[in-house]
């Protein structure tokens, strides 16, 4: 597989080239918060480590559930 030249250099003899622009997005914030949140849910609701793993995808699941029987 080859890669494509990116620079100006070279692209003398090319006609119709164009520079390509890449947008970088950076979501620091974003998994920051969803971190936090994962690490509160498994110390505020004592999971034990597989549950904790298992929160990874789940944790809306485990406060839901956790809230739920404390409003009935």
Not at 3 to 24: P, S
Not at 43 to 59: D, N, P, Q, R, S
């Amino acid at each position: 597989m080859q890669c494509q030249d990116m620079t100006d250099e070279g692209k003398e003899g090319r006609e119709g080239t164009e520079k390509i622009r890449i947008r970088i997005q950076q979501h620091t914030l974003t998994g920051g918060l969803w971190c936090a949140a994962w690490l509160f849910t498994v110390g505020f609701l004592h999971l034990g480590f597989w549950k904790g793993v298992l929160a990874i995808v789940l944790w809306p699941y485990y406060l839901g559930a956790h809230f739920s029987a404390l409003a009935q």
